[in-house]
């Protein structure tokens, strides 16, 4: 076996630490989102228990759509339910991954169940959404 000479041993070396930097620069932070609307009481109790026992298939598409740390929250404020999303996004193109979860079957399906149960805010519904964007005021990392 040759050893290689000094030329090829420096452009390995280079190689290597080129290498070795990237693997430890700093991960991109998440992007950060959050959202809210309203739960009709009628339907709190149904939207709870899917929630509470959510389809595999659906969890399998948040997770390849590059979205963790994703919760829904409820509230109840002077006799109105409301519910908070927060999720992070960990891709690069939040769009196209939201076109992709959109265009799932099982999303859909689930979306035909969850959506009668949600009431939206004024906002929302004239956008046509069912989810009020919300604007971040503060992060601690």
């Not at 009628?42 to 026992?53: F, G, I, P």
């Not at 079957?105 to 949600?118: A, S």
Request: with cysteine.
């Amino acid at each position: 076996m040759t050893r290689p000479g000094p030329m090829k041993s420096k452009l390995l070396f280079a190689f290597l630490w080129l290498v070795l930097l990237s693997a430890c620069a700093p991960p991109k932070p998440p992007q950060r989102f959050a959202w809210v609307t309203g739960l009709r009481p009628e339907k709190a109790a149904y939207y709870r228990q899917l929630h509470a026992n959510p389809w595999p298939a659906v969890n399998r598409m948040i997770k390849a759509c590059h979205i963790q740390n994703f919760s829904i929250h409820e509230r109840e404020i002077e006799g109105r339910i409301y519910l908070f999303a927060y999720l992070e996004y960990t891709g690069t193109d939040f769009a196209a991954d939201m076109k992709k979860m959109a265009a799932d079957p099982e999303t859909q399906r689930w979306w035909k169940e969850t959506d009668p149960c949600q009431s939206p805010l004024p906002d929302a519904a004239a956008a046509k959404k069912i989810w009020a964007d919300t604007r971040e005021l503060y992060h601690l990392p």
